[in-house]
């Protein structure tokens, strides 16, 4: 992808970080414990997703900051790729066990 639009979209997910956040701050301090369930699943995995694609993409930013050579950038790449679909497996799995 373009360094322009990866710039782009690690704003965008800081902002639907902190919407998020706030959503879920509002959503589970002040509703009925036992009809929060979808909402929590669908809130949190969003959430979720967000959260591992601007931490990884972030790391993907301070590789080419510090010029890693393309080759090497590729890789990387693919290994946090695979990491994040990993964890968000996990973390899926893991959100189910509260339903």
């Given at each position: 992808?373009?360094?322009?639009?990866?710039?782009?979209?690690?704003?965008?997910?800081?902002?639907?970080?902190?919407?998020l956040?706030?959503?879920?701050?509002?959503?589970?301090?002040?509703?009925?414990?036992?009809?929060?369930t979808?909402?929590?699943?669908?809130?949190?995995?969003?959430?979720?997703?967000?959260?591992?694609?601007h931490?990884?993409?972030?790391l993907?930013?301070?590789?080419?900051?510090?010029?890693?050579?393309?080759?090497?950038?590729?890789?990387?790449?693919?290994?946090?790729?695979?990491?994040?679909?990993?964890?968000?497996?996990?973390?899926?799995?893991?959100?189910?066990q509260?339903?």
């Amino acid at each position: 992808m373009n360094g322009a639009v990866l710039w782009v979209l690690q704003r965008v997910s800081a902002l639907l970080l902190i919407c998020l956040l706030m959503f879920n701050f509002l959503v589970f301090n002040y509703s009925d414990p036992g009809s929060k369930t979808s909402l929590f699943l669908g809130v949190d995995s969003i959430l979720l997703a967000s959260v591992l694609y601007h931490g990884l993409n972030g790391l993907h930013n301070i590789l080419v900051d510090y010029g890693v050579k393309p080759k090497t950038q590729s890789i990387v790449t693919v290994i946090m790729v695979v990491t994040g679909l990993v964890l968000f497996v996990f973390g899926i799995y893991s959100l189910y066990q509260f339903m």
